[in-house]
DNA sequence: CCCTGCTAATCCACG
DNA sequence: ATTAGCAGGG
């Protein structure tokens, strides 16, 4: 593909001149399909030419698969490596290693995913005596989201909150973020956050850094967040040589915090920035093109930005709506199954969806059709139980503080350290001011302990410092994981546990763990520090394992970067995409639109969306329907099949949403909506007394799902005792008067 | 102290 | 439908 030895040779004129503008800002507004990858690849190609080092540049990607491809090409190009590239968070992490020990911190500190983070939150409501009921740990760690994303401080979100919940909130980031400290972790938000700081704050970290780096460039800037350019400008800022390349249109991740606005941002900050556009489309047939287009020409707060073709119309895009989601999924798979035997490559395939929860109908029905497949993401490897653990485990070893893995394995496998041991550990330690983990290191604090506890104390602490010894060998990270499970006779423990839970393959994850531990060591040097960053680090994307050609299923976010000569996006319904979660938040649907634009954009030749008029969700089926959206694609070399009276509630969804409370729908039951609160059961309340035809009267004790739900149940309990759980649609149940 | 079985709560996208 | 948290027995 990219040519040998010239490097301006096989570009257009536009993406020539992006590759030209060497030094200074630039904006590169590159569409969908429009070859940014190659252009940017070849911009750092001709900076090294023109005797840039290449240390001296850095490419952020927003994958670190995107990562290797883009460095793998440059080095096709110039024949030499060693340009920065990586994701924001990948870079971040090496600065933190290499600077945190200027404030005083280890290098060698631990990142937490969210898992660790929501378990740190929890320990942290502890500690405030919080109703973890009435204050979810989750939304504290949502509201501390928020402030990290404004790069707030807890003192200042603690200035900015003094009343009520959010003077709770803030009590809680100040904790949450001094545990984190203490155990020297990171989050992923403080990984850009400490990184700016560390910038901004220290003038000889700055220089330093903008010294090494002379040249930036980001890709995918419409999903950066404000820290993440806020970095990239400091670190570019004596020679402002800032290159960003994005798509406004493929925006799609606002509520984690990225800001479209950057691109205003930019030109605003750097007025001389050059500006140029990439508008032709070497991916897509023009049919699935015009349909794109048109759908996102629906956006009224856009650039206005048209994507030219010259590829033929090619096949209709097709547009069907099935009965349900089954037929829905029976549909892809015979298509991706055809599609296979004619000829197609697996990996050339590849079905999306809104949420990962509606992968399993499609994997169902591949499954039962023999077909390969693999979801990207979804049900993570790195979540599983035994995984974590083990991940524990090493993480403590390579870091003492943390306090979060620590009592994760304190206890893992269980060796007489409950609850009521630990509490009596954390009472002595905090006697003698030194943290958990230290003191358990301390064969001669036990002495105050009950016989039992002090035993099995003793024992762990003789773990410890023979896990440590095994450690100092050095002998690579899988060779220790190893001996590890051994010495912590953590394989026998999960040998027993699985074989109860009935599992066919209980080494399964683990052994796949010890395989990337050694493919690890063989490549990359085996330092436990660095391999541990590197795994908190992968996404979704580079999480997958490629065993095989196989049909690619994924959300629609995942599918960013990527494209595919056949794509097939399943659940276009309405509440679906449109999330329901969308309107709810009052988040303008302009990003849902854009999200079915970025999938759409991913296909080359064959692109197929399915809707379906029933849609299983939560175990249960409701009505659904196709998007809107699905109206917004016009008629040009798009067929349609399928229901051409779509059951779509005509009421706002917001409306709808708390009619029905979302569970219930409006076809398959009408007389529920238009009668509410007529309804006979509409007032049963706890407490209410009901009559029962088989049962008799009785009491209503609880009731459980939404006010006109399909399923709402609710425990009665009969006069003479007899308890009974109903769901109330069924029950024949009368209510009494009281 | 550990495990089992049950109830109750959650369910959007991600590094 | 899946899972986290909890009470109660071994």
Not at 8 to 24: C, I, P, T, W, Y
Request: with cysteine; hydrophobic share 40%.
């Amino acid at each position: 593909m990219d040519s040998q030895d010239a490097p301006l040779s096989h570009l257009n004129d536009e993406q020539r001149a992006a590759v030209l503008a060497l030094h200074g800002p630039v904006l590169v507004v590159a569409g969908a399909g429009t070859g940014k990858t190659r252009t940017i690849t070849h911009r750092i190609a001709m900076l090294i030419r023109e005797g840039v080092a290449p240390s001296a540049i850095l490419a952020v990607t927003f994958t670190n698969k995107a990562a290797r491809e883009m460095r793998e090409r440059v080095e096709r190009l110039v024949g030499r490596g060693g340009v920065r590239v990586g994701t924001f968070h990948g870079f971040c992490a090496s600065f933190l290693r290499e600077e945190f020990p200027v404030i005083g911190r280890s290098g060698d500190f631990s990142i937490y995913d969210e898992g660790d983070s929501l378990a740190l939150m929890k320990k942290v409501v502890e500690e405030l005596k919080l109703d973890p009921a009435q204050t979810r740990p989750v939304d504290l760690r949502r509201a501390v989201g928020r402030w990290k994303d404004r790069f707030m401080t807890p003192a200042e979100a603690a200035q900015a909150s003094t009343f009520g919940q959010h003077a709770i909130e803030a009590r809680a980031y100040a904790l949450y973020d001094a545990n984190l400290v203490a155990a020297n972790a990171c989050d992923f938000d403080d990984l850009m956050i400490q990184a700016l700081r560390l910038l901004l704050d220290h003038e000889v970290v700055r220089l330093r850094w903008q010294k090494r780096i002379s040249h930036v460039l980001v890709d995918e800037f419409q999903d950066t967040n404000p820290i993440q350019y806020a970095l990239v400008r400091t670190l570019s800022a004596p020679g402002g040589n800032l290159c960003v390349t994005g798509d406004q249109d493929q925006s799609i991740y606002s509520w984690r915090g990225a800001d479209p606005g950057n691109f205003d941002n930019f030109l605003n900050d750097y007025p001389s920035a050059r500006i140029v556009k990439l508008e032709r489309n070497y991916r897509s047939s023009a049919n699935i093109l015009g349909a794109a287009s048109r759908l996102i020409a629906h956006n009224k707060r856009r650039i206005a930005k048209t994507l030219r073709t010259q590829a033929p119309a090619g096949e209709a895009v097709r547009v069907v709506v099935f009965n349900d989601d089954s037929e829905e999924a029976a549909a892809v798979a015979d298509a991706a199954q055809t599609a296979i035997r004619e000829g197609a490559q697996p990996d050339e395939i590849a079905v999306f969806y809104r949420t990962n929860s509606l992968s399993l109908p499609v994997e169902r029905a591949l499954l039962a059709r023999g077909v390969r497949y693999r979801v990207v993401g979804g049900l993570e490897f790195f979540a599983r139980a035994e995984v974590k653990d083990l991940i524990a485990w090493l993480r403590w070893m390579s870091n003492r503080q943390d306090t979060v893995s620590f009592e994760r394995i304190m206890n893992t496998p269980p060796r007489g350290l409950g609850d009521a041991a630990v509490e009596r550990l954390e009472a002595i330690a905090a006697e003698r001011g030194v943290s958990l983990p230290v003191l358990c290191a301390d064969a001669t604090a036990f002495g105050s302990l009950p016989e039992r506890t002090r035993k099995a104390a003793l024992a762990f602490c003789k773990l410890i410092h023979q896990l440590e010894t095994e450690l100092q060998a050095g002998r690579g990270v899988r060779a220790f994981a190893e001996e590890l499970l051994e010495l912590t006779a953590y394989s026998a423990w999960w040998a027993t546990k699985a074989s109860k839970a009935g599992s066919l393959d209980p080494f399964g994850n683990i052994g796949q763990f010890l395989t990337l531990a050694g493919e690890y060591d063989g490549t990359r040097g085996g330092r436990l520090a660095d391999f541990l960053a590197e795994i908190s680090l992968l996404t979704d994307l580079d999480r997958t394992v490629d065993d095989g050609p196989a049909v690619n299923l994924m959300t629609l976010h995942t599918s960013k970067g990527l494209e595919f000569d056949q794509v097939y996006i399943v659940g276009v319904d309405q509440s679906i995409l449109p999330h329901v979660w969308a309107e709810l938040e009052d988040r303008d649907d302009e990003e849902e639109r854009r999200l079915l634009h970025v999938g759409m954009t991913r296909a080359r030749q064959r692109l197929v969306l399915c809707a379906a008029q029933l849609r299983s969700r939560f175990g249960q089926t409701t009505v659904t329907g196709p998007s809107a959206l699905l109206d917004e694609l016009g008629r040009d070399g798009v067929e349609r099949f399928g229901d051409e009276s779509p059951r779509r509630d005509p009421r706002p969804f917001k409306q709808r949403w708390r009619d029905n409370s979302g569970d219930d729908n409006w076809a398959s039951d009408a007389s529920q909506c238009d009668d509410g609160e007529d309804h006979p059961l509409a007032a049963l309340r706890e407490g209410s007394r009901v009559f029962h035809q088989d049962f008799g009267a009785g009491e209503v004790l609880t009731v459980r799902g939404h006010q006109m739900g399909l399923e709402r149940k609710v425990v009665v309990l009969f006069d003479g005792n007899q308890r009974r759980t109903l769901i109330l649609r069924h029950s024949g149940l009368t209510l009494l008067d009281t």
